[in-house]
């Protein structure tokens, strides 16, 4: 029988220790990456602004991402709005949630961004980064760049429901910023929807939606303010928010943002964790 002596196996032993090793701390990193996001440094925020239409049969999953984003990052400052554009309703299927002031902002950001046309599902971050609304890399990859952003603004606002059918929205602003040329945008969001299409290219289908801006108001910048919004039939204030945020109107830009349940005042300080529950 050979005999095999020990120092001639030792490398081959070590070696196999080595790759032990590195396997369990590359199970360790699996597990830890399928679970939830981890914790982004920065005092940046992400506004994630959607174009979408229950017309176009390419924008389910575009509605079914944001939605899987938005049940993700509920702790972090991120803030999504599904406007509901008008130009696919004349195909076939009059979407319930459409608004031409929709496909109006939608043309607001081709100017700003240098577009040659606009088109569905589109998302935009932050005001200054836009793709196909289905690209989910595309969106984590931007998310992670706006939180990982800084901002000395600070927005306020909160939420009142009035007796009139009409919310009263409030806001205050703090730090650095030259009011000129700059609006604050508040928009009413219903935070979820089904719909049963019956005709259109999503004839038969029935679609999940969430954070569907149903009014959006452009009010000045100044210091603080409010301004009233009407509230939909069928109302629950469980089921609606407000988001703010104030944006340049010479590029775009979006400078600071935050969002306010009824009877609830929402900071945000541009830092995670400052996003009020819902």
Not at 31 to 37: D, E, I, L, Q, V
Not at 108 to 121: D, H, K, R, V
């Amino acid at each position: 029988m050979e005999r095999v002596k020990i120092s001639s196996i030792m490398p081959f032993l070590i070696g196999i220790a080595v790759v032990a090793v590195a396997f369990i701390n590359c199970t360790s990193a699996a597990k830890n990456s399928a679970g939830k996001t981890t914790s982004i440094e920065g005092k940046g925020f992400a506004v994630v602004e959607l174009f979408t239409s229950e017309g176009c049969s390419s924008c389910p999953p575009a509605d079914e991402l944001v939605a899987k984003v938005e049940k993700e990052v509920d702790d972090k400052p991120v803030y999504i709005l599904a406007y509901h554009v008008d130009y696919w309703d004349r195909l076939g299927w009059k979407d319930s949630f459409s608004d031409a002031a929709y496909t109006k902002r939608q043309n607001q950001y081709a100017g700003w961004l240098n577009l040659s046309q606009i088109y569905t599902p589109q998302i935009v971050v932050n005001g200054k980064t836009e793709f196909v609304g289905s690209q989910e890399g595309a969106l984590r990859n931007a998310i992670k760049n706006g939180l990982q952003g800084s901002n000395v603004v600070k927005l306020k606002i909160s939420a009142q429901r009035a007796t009139s059918g009409a919310a009263t929205i409030q806001y205050s602003v703090e730090g650095s910023t030259n009011n000129s040329g700059k609006a604050v945008l508040l928009a009413l969001v219903q935070k979820q929807a089904v719909s049963k299409v019956k005709a259109g290219e999503n004839g038969g289908r029935t679609l999940a939606h969430s954070q569907i801006v149903r009014e959006i108001q452009n009010v000045p910048l100044k210091n603080y303010g409010s301004t009233n919004i009407a509230l939909p039939a069928g109302f629950d204030a469980n089921g609606y928010e407000v988001i703010g945020f104030i944006q340049d109107n010479d590029n775009g830009g979006i400078l600071a943002a935050a969002k306010s349940g009824f009877n609830v005042t929402a900071t945000t300080e541009n830092t995670i964790g400052t996003k009020s529950t819902k």
